[in-house]
């Protein structure tokens, strides 16, 4: 009854490293997001995957690379971390793909990823 | 593009009480669902309730209550005979199906921290 799994769910980085945030769902879901929440802000919508293949942009997407590697696992990639990317992560995952009619949006969220950038 | 408005950032309530939560939220479609999202200290995104936008009758869930009103836009929380596990932060999500291509996802509101009296 695993869900949705987030790694790590703490990380501290040196401005300027790098580092991959993995996730996988194991409820065969079409859809697949990333999010960072940030007091104040809620939750911003940084890439997200309709289905497996795609990925497109969301709200702030800017130093930030993503990888839908198969319909289970959609990771996020932080090329080069800066003090303003430090938020909590969150992967989710839902399991409409698109198309009107199909409206049932509801996410499955992992625990978040904590990272701190110094 | 969509945008959610939660005017509330925190709240308290007595245990036992009711209280009820605000969002509005700016749409261009006429078919959506809108969900009710609790984080509590865990981090973990519980969803607490969901509406289908083409029903009229305000969905319920055991002591959760919502009060649409399609036409203003507004999609409150009412949460009867409060308890201490209440105690959380919640956010309001519209779906939206039709954001830059065929996929379906979610726009968070800034977020309401409730916190529960004894």
């Known amino acids: 009854n695993a869900g949705v799994t987030q790694t790590p769910k703490f990380q501290v980085l040196k401005t300027g490293q790098s580092m991959t945030l993995q996730c996988a769902q194991d409820m065969n879901h079409n859809s697949m997001y990333w999010y960072r929440q940030d007091p104040g802000m809620g939750l911003r919508l940084i890439y997200y995957s309709a289905s497996e293949g795609t990925t497109d942009k969301g709200e702030v997407p800017n130093g930030y690379n993503v990888s839908r590697l198969n319909k289970r696992e959609f990771s996020l990639r932080l090329e080069s971390a800066a003090p303003s990317q430090t938020s909590v992560y969150f992967c989710?995952?839902?399991?409409?793909?698109?198309?009107?009619?199909?409206?049932?949006?509801?996410?499955?969220f992992g625990q978040g990823t904590r990272l701190t950038v110094v | 593009a969509q945008t959610v408005t939660q005017s509330q950032p925190e709240m308290s309530v007595q245990e036992a009480e009711t209280v009820t939560l605000s969002c509005t939220y700016d749409?261009?479609?006429?078919?959506?669902?809108l969900f009710w999202y609790k984080q509590p200290p865990s981090r973990q995104m519980i969803l607490v309730i969901r509406?289908?936008?083409?029903?009229?009758q305000n969905a319920t869930e055991n002591r959760f209550s919502v009060n649409f009103q399609k036409a203003a836009k507004s999609f409150s929380l009412k949460i009867s005979d409060s308890q201490l596990g209440d105690t959380a932060m919640y956010f309001c999500?519209?779906?939206?199906?039709?954001?830059?291509?065929?996929?379906?996802?979610?726009?968070f509101g800034t977020g309401t921290l409730l916190a529960v009296q004894p």
């Open positions: 989710a995952s839902s399991p409409r793909g698109g198309g009107l009619g199909r409206m049932n949006t509801e996410a499955f």
């Open positions: 749409t261009s479609e006429s078919n959506y669902y």
């Open positions: 999500a519209p779906g939206s199906s039709n954001y830059g291509g065929a996929t379906n996802k979610l726009i």
């Open positions: 509406q289908e936008a083409y029903k009229q």
